[in-house]
């Protein structure tokens, strides 16, 4: 009796040919948008191509690129913001080394591009070579720091701690500089501008904002009548308005609300208004986090006899707080995106530059494509390369896969 | 013994330990550092206000204004009230809103179905598009729009000419439009009456459907009330209720239709590109929320493809649909006030005007904000309701 066996394989791989044909030409309506997308792609790419090489003119972004990285800030202090960037290229290179994977797109980028504008061949006086060599140090500061973090010696909270005091340091001491010391004479923010704006209101009004949400979400969702109340009000009020009425709130409404001696610098007043504006949906955030923790929790930490304090502090936060990483970094991107709204309130960030570039000279109205498509680039490479960072984030934080 | 000492124990408490007082003492000074809080800005205010002699009233809203608006859907001029130019400004927010969430909501579901394509090409077209819009501010988008594109358009004899006809130069877009004979108002109305009636219609026959199980044909039914009712108000209005007003150059300029202005144009188009990238991501999303399962469940109960897109795919998709798409228009609402920056002088830019004209910034920062938190709050309670409509009836 003969057995017959019938030998199962797994397909075998298509070919190019067979590939196109299932993928792109299955069916006659699949055949006509293949040709039609072909036609898009082909002309887009054309267009753009020709254009960046021969029709563009890219001198008012190759004039000075130190102005949108740190705008008027004085050229004999420069020193100061390219030893900011130091410090942190080191600091991210530590975190890379000591939290890994959600680091690593992020750490590398910067370092590629901090080498890249290095190294990039632009006849331009103002970029010395004191400047060529500041940036050339970032990525070797960021792999330093990488194989420091990669020691067991280096705790995550120590980083922690490290990343706040340089913050301060660089905000409060090295950028706008202090009286008492000698060799760090005051630097007043009206000059400061560029990327350095944009990416110290983006991190600081995050930053800020992170504590004053948490408390928002308590407050929210605590029993106390006069607490919760105030918290609703504070998130619904600005969330239900544009971030640009609140700027413009806190840059000409605030004044008459303090004493009338007290003045407040400008991009501290855009700084509170975005930490504002932050704080209110960085709670709704915290709010979802905090309704993902399993009352099982509580009650199982109400049950070994901790208190309301313990409970919120070691229990409940910590777990709401993991979980809302990603969204937090999503918000953080948006806000990111948003600082170009500070231009409106007259503060020089990246948009800022490139306005008052375009009309220092009458030969650049015809080249407001090529500045506003360059600042769009550049947001565009640092929003990418930060939520590529948030997908790996929550691939390490297994969140979304329970 | 010990149980009488631990009931006694637990009688008295003391006060730093006792949940009610700590609560009660919490509000009470949380109530009291609020208050105080509040107090002292408004003492400083009226301190100010008192030196600068500003009075805290809505009075100037009946002064003439005193600045033009360069586009409008009412009649307005400079001597006309501040009240007014508010008013002009909220329409303009509101036009360019609902043009822009209609528009917005057509692109997004394009580029969401194009996303979910099984053709790698356009799904990889689709991608891009979002990913080029989601990742750059609108501010910059707007710019790129406005002052490199339609603030650069060539003069009025070199125009474009798109299908449509659409003539495109520096002064705008002039578009073919719709208008109304002396007697389109009885077409009109004829339009309104077919929809309450059709409205009506399905509602009461879907009903009779939910609860007999008889076909009604409420569709059908609908339909034909929509089609028959103004087919009947066209031939009563004499037979040309509507005529197309066609744009046509006119020795400098271009004559009837519809005109856009550059400023309006490229914040309609660049609220709609930005806004449609986040519909679709949305839209794609829903669709694919739907789990695997129910799409082969409907196959195996024998419905073609018609019938499972209407009946299993787009309800359940809906439910996740429209709670972000609704914060989505929300946020298209709320960016029109970058207009600003472009010059299209909506609520938030005539509120500037007013406050540099009638220097009175607090009264004017309290319409804006209370007007945009209304539109804001209307939403949510809308939201709600039709949450709670569509809810899963849990069994």
Redesign the interface.
């Known amino acids: 009796m003969a057995v017959f066996v019938e030998e199962i394989r797994p397909p075998n791989p298509p070919g190019p040919i067979t590939w196109l044909r299932q993928?792109?030409f299955?069916t006659w309506y699949?055949a006509i948008?293949?040709i039609?997308?072909?036609v898009?792609?082909y002309f887009t790419l054309l267009g753009l191509i020709r254009w960046i090489f021969t029709t563009a003119d890219w001198r008012p972004v190759t004039i000075s690129p130190l102005l949108f990285l740190v705008g008027q800030y004085p050229r004999p202090e420069l020193w100061r913001p390219g030893l900011s960037l130091l410090l942190t290229s080191f600091l991210i290179g530590l975190s890379w080394g000591v939290w890994g994977s959600f680091i690593q797109p992020f750490a590398i980028f910067l370092g590629g591009l901090l080498g890249i504008l290095a190294l990039i061949p632009l006849e331009t006086p103002t970029i010395t070579l004191g400047v060529r060599a500041v940036f050339l140090a970032n990525p070797a500061l960021i792999f330093l720091g990488y194989l420091l973090g990669k020691t067991q010696a280096v705790r995550g909270r120590y980083v922690t701690a490290l990343w706040l005091l340089a913050f301060i340091l660089i905000v409060a001491v090295l950028l706008p500089g202090t009286k008492t010391i000698g060799f760090l004479p005051r630097v007043s923010t009206t000059s400061w501008g560029g990327l350095l704006i944009t990416l110290l209101l983006a991190v600081g009004s995050i930053t800020l904002s992170l504590p004053i949400g948490v408390l928002l979400a308590l407050g929210r969702r605590t029993?106390?009548?006069?607490?919760k109340v105030?918290s609703i009000l504070f998130i619904?009020?600005i969330?239900?308005?544009?971030l640009?009425?609140i700027l413009?709130?806190f840059s000409?409404?605030l004044?008459?609300?303090?004493?009338?001696e007290s003045r407040i610098d400008r991009v501290l007043r855009a700084l509170i208004g975005m930490t504002i504006f932050s704080a209110a949906y960085t709670a709704e955030n915290v709010r979802g986090g905090l309704q993902a923790v399993p009352p099982g929790q509580v009650e199982a930490a109400k049950a070994v006899g901790l208190n309301n304090f313990q409970i919120t502090t070691f229990i409940v936060l910590p777990q709401a707080l993991r979980a809302v990483i990603p969204a937090m970094v999503g918000q953080f991107?948006s806000l990111f995106?948003?600082?170009?709204?500070v231009?409106?309130v007259g503060i020089n960030e990246l948009?800022g530059i490139g306005k008052s570039i375009l009309s220092s000279n009458p030969a650049y109205v015809?080249l407001?494509?090529e500045v506003?498509?360059f600042?769009?680039v550049v947001?565009?490479i640092f929003?990418?390369f930060m939520?590529l960072a948030s997908r790996q984030l929550e691939k390490a934080l297994g969140v979304g896969e329970r | 013994m010990s149980a009488n000492t631990l009931a006694k124990g637990s009688e008295t408490i003391p006060l730093w330990r006792d949940e009610r007082v700590l609560k009660f003492t919490a509000q009470i000074i949380s109530t009291v550092v609020l208050l105080g809080f509040v107090g002292w800005m408004l003492v400083n205010f009226i301190e100010i206000t008192n030196q600068r002699g500003m009075t805290l009233t809505f009075r100037f809203l009946k002064e003439p204004a005193g600045f033009p608006i360069s586009e409008s859907s009412i009649p307005y001029n400079p001597t006309m009230s501040f009240g007014t130019a508010f008013l002009v400004g909220l329409l303009n927010t509101v036009r360019v809103s609902v043009i822009g969430i209609v528009f917005a909501t057509l692109l997004g579901l394009l580029v969401g179905l194009a996303r979910l394509s099984t053709n790698v090409l356009l799904s990889q077209i689709a991608l891009w598009f979002i990913e080029f819009h989601r990742n750059i501010p609108l501010l910059v988008l707007l710019f790129l729009w406005y002052f490199a594109f339609f603030n650069r358009l060539p003069p009025v004899k070199d125009s474009y000419t798109l299908p449509g006809p659409i003539y495109m130069n520096q002064r705008g877009l002039y578009l073919a439009w719709p208008r109304l004979t002396e007697t389109g108002g009885v077409f009109i109305v004829s339009v309104i009456i077919a929809i309450i009636l059709a409205v009506i219609a399905w509602n009461f026959l879907r009903r009779i459907r939910e609860t007999t199980g008889k076909s009604t044909y409420f569709g059908a039914v609908s339909l034909g009330i929509m089609i028959l009712v103004p087919a009947i108000g066209w031939l009563a209005s004499g037979g040309s209720p509507l005529y197309l007003d066609i744009p046509i150059l006119q020795g400098f300029n271009y004559r009837g239709g519809l005109r856009w202005t550059p400023e309006f144009t490229a914040l309609l188009v660049g609220l709609t590109t930005y806004t449609a990238s986040f519909i679709a991501e949305v839209i794609r999303g829903g669709i694919q929320a739907v789990s695997r399962g129910q799409v082969e469940a409907a196959r195996a109960v024998g419905l073609d493809n018609l019938q499972m897109l209407n009946l299993i795919i787009i309800p359940q998709a809906m439910r996740v649909i429209i709670p972000p798409l609704i914060s989505q228009y929300l946020n298209l609402t709320k960016n029109s006030s970058l207009a600003l920056a472009i010059g299209y002088q909506e609520l938030f830019a005539v509120g500037k005007i007013t406050i540099n004209q009638a220097g009175r910034p607090v009264p004017v920062f309290i319409m804006v904000m209370v007007t945009y938190l209304a539109m804001s709050l209307l939403t949510a309670l809308a939201l709600n309701l039709y949450n709670r409509r569509i809810q899963f009836v849990e069994r």
């Open positions: 993928n792109l299955s699949n948008l293949t039609f997308s072909l898009i792609i029993s106390l009548p006069v607490v105030f619904e009020l969330r239900g308005v544009p640009i009425t413009f709130m000409i409404i004044a008459l609300f303090l004493p009338a991107i995106k948003d600082t170009t709204l231009y409106i948009l015809r407001q494509a506003y498509i600042i769009a947001f565009w929003s990418y939520s």
